[in-house]
Nanobody, 123 residues
């Protein structure tokens, strides 16, 4: 089992940056692929980014390519999402998730989820 806790959300102006963190419990963090997802009010949860267990492979939704970067530090049991050039449409609750296999962007493939952190981008 993996427990996940997100942090780093907040209010930022359009064009600004935020870095989200997701701290994982357990000694097997390095064996999990990780993903970031988001859900805006009134919308379905959508994929943002995913990273393989080693960090060697990363995947991004088209809407965030070139602006967001996912990374991980297995020694710290933490995955990050660096968000630059933020837009009002990035406003959402951001969730991290874990799965015991290859990194994918498909939401339904993830087994463990955090509680989420709110990101609000003002125009």
């Amino acid at each position: 089992q993996v427990q996940l806790v997100e942090s780093g959300g907040g209010l930022v102006q359009a064009g600004g940056s935020l870095r989200l963190s997701c701290a994982a419990s357990g000694r097997t963090f390095s064996s999990y692929a990780m993903g970031w997802f988001r859900q805006a009010p009134g919308k379905e949860r959508e994929s943002v980014a995913a990273i393989s267990w080693s960090g060697g492979s990363t995947y991004y939704a088209d809407s965030v390519k070139g602006r967001f970067t996912i990374s991980r530090d297995n020694a710290k049991n933490t995955v990050y999402l660096q968000m630059n050039s933020l837009k009002p449409e990035d406003t959402a609750v951001y969730y991290c998730a874990a799965r015991r296999n290859t990194a994918v962007l498909h939401i339904g493939e993830y087994d463990y989820w955090g509680q989420g952190t709110q990101v609000t981008v003002s125009s």
